[in-house]
């Protein structure tokens, strides 16, 4: 039974350009949350969805971010025209039942140059 | 404004002796309390949790009390092993929050042999 799986590990950005992380969660989870960690810094959460839907988006910044999980495939988080403060560790998490004790996938590192 | 705070950014311990860690917060509507292990490139791993009906929880080597009037929580592992050296983040939630964690900013432990 595979973790959550995020690819790309490792993501490199020109300003501007757009970057899209991608989040299959565990077999059976149906709720999915993304969280992001800037350096030296604790995670902070960015979103929450279940299959189709957004259920809590408070943490996303209001422009240029936005998170899908549709009914087939992974979840996307996709930021367009990044610049370089969005380089962080960005950390996709899943759970059966929307309980805290989710699991983390591996996170993607993205680096915007 | 941090809701969540680990006031030590790292912790050197001895093999054998405890590791205590500690973590307050601000928020009193926090309900529900965990603590995350992460090593370098991995996401974090959920290690335990504790309500705040409960002032103590054990799980093996892990205990987690909490502190209700202080608003402080504190991890403890005993006895402490060099596998334990990792980053702990200590993250709080409330019943109204949909599953969204709000996370410290993490205490690096180091357990030399």
């Known amino acids: 039974n595979a973790g959550v799986m995020q690819n790309p590990r490792h993501l490199v950005r020109r300003r501007g350009q757009e970057a899209r992380l991608r989040c299959s969660p565990m077999?059976?989870?149906?709720?999915v949350y993304w969280y992001r960690q800037l350096p030296e810094e604790g995670l902070k959460f960015m979103v929450y969805l279940q299959k189709e839907n957004i259920i809590d988006e408070s943490g996303m910044p209001k422009e240029r971010f936005s998170a899908e999980f549709p009914k087939e495939g992974p979840s996307i988080l996709r930021i367009q025209q990044v610049v370089r403060g969005d380089s962080a560790a960005y950390f996709c998490?899943?759970?059966?039942?929307?309980?805290?004790?989710?699991?983390f996938g591996s996170g993607t590192r993205l680096t915007v140059v | 404004d941090q809701q969540v705070k680990q006031n030590s950014p790292s912790l050197s311990v001895q093999e054998g002796r405890i590791s205590i860690l500690n973590c307050d917060y601000t928020n009193s509507m926090f309900d529900y309390f965990l603590w995350y292990k992460k090593y370098p490139a991995e996401g974090p791993t959920f290690l335990i949790s504790?309500?705040?009906?409960?002032d103590k929880n054990e799980d093996g080597r892990f205990t987690v009390f909490l502190n209700k009037s202080a608003k402080h929580l504190s991890l403890h592992i005993v006895p402490s092993q060099p596998g334990d050296s990792a980053v702990y983040f200590c993250a709080a939630s409330y019943g109204g929050s949909q599953g969204n964690l709000i996370f410290g900013k993490g205490t690096k432990l180091s357990v030399k042999p």
């Open positions: 998490a899943s759970s059966p039942t929307g309980q805290y004790g989710y699991t």
């Open positions: 077999k059976g989870h149906s709720h």
């Open positions: 504790i309500s705040s009906i409960k």
